[in-house]
């Protein structure tokens, strides 16, 4: 077995090889001037590969992707599994207005034509019943990151409550709170806008308590903003946010910190600066689980 990365994920790529005991090998992308790109892999690959990379700002890593595997089957490659700790176009499922694209379901299936199995982290799914309806490969693993938040919760000196801005992230918060044995409260979310957002919380007794935010997914950071000003004006002692991922491109690390967060972390599903909690050995005890008599 091997494990392929990219430069734009090498770090996490050779986390996840070394996690997994076997070479990590980087796949060279060369650019045109025309945009077109072409890739070299190794020449000589074993039967069994495993693709390693995040696909944040998706677009061009998706036709990297169908290089990769055609040229990987052509080379001989007869088990190739996808590990994507950050899946791209799961938000787009459903076709909010007449004519849009179903984009979940299409690049799912461009996905599934050319990978025998996937392996994610907290894919954005509130109306997919599960992955392999999104992504119709052999095995489709869908992970989640509570696991390793806990761990590093169980780290910190301090006992925080764990505050969900939202029904949707109940079931993380859920999840965090029953491996650490720490409170937690939901709070209710009204969005009118992308940046326009209002956080209502229950009644707790949150005074003098150190508080961490947690979500899936952090874009803007608004939601998480909105947040932790409401729970500071109820007398939090300080405000921490933990994410599954955070998407670099949406000005939340400015936003969080003007809302007086004292801490961001997040998991390397995205390589970012707050990346603290690192999925190597949940991707690795996923790779052990697959079952290659069925790819
Ligand atoms: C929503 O369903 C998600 O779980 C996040 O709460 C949302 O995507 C965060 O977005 P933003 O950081 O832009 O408020």
Known sequence: MLVLGFEDYCEAGQRLAKELGVTYAEVEVHRFPDGEHRITLPALLPERVIVCRSLFEPNEKLIDLLLLAGT???LGVKQLVLVAPYLCYMRQDKAFHPGESVSQRIVGKLLAN???ALITVDPHMHRTPNLA????VGQALNLSAAVPIAGYLQGLPARPLLVGPDEESRQWVQAIAALTGLNYIIGEKRR????????ALPEADVAG???????????TGCTLARAAEHLLSLGARNV?????????NGGAAKELAKAGVVELLSTDSIQHPSNRIFLAS??????????????
Do not use: K, M
Request: hydrophobic residues 50%.
């Open 209 to 219: 308590q150190d508080v961490v935010l947690i979500d899936d997914i952090i874009s």
């Open 192 to 199: 009118s806008g992308d940046r326009n957002i209002e956080i």
């Open 114 to 116: 050319h990978f025998d």
């Open 72 to 74: 990987a089957r052509e």
């Open 240 to 248: 921490r946010c933990i994410a599954t991922h955070i998407l670099p």
């Open 133 to 136: 309806a999104a992504v119709p």
């Open 282 to 295: 949940l991707l690795a005890e996923a790779v052990h689980t697959i079952d290659w008599t069925d790819i």
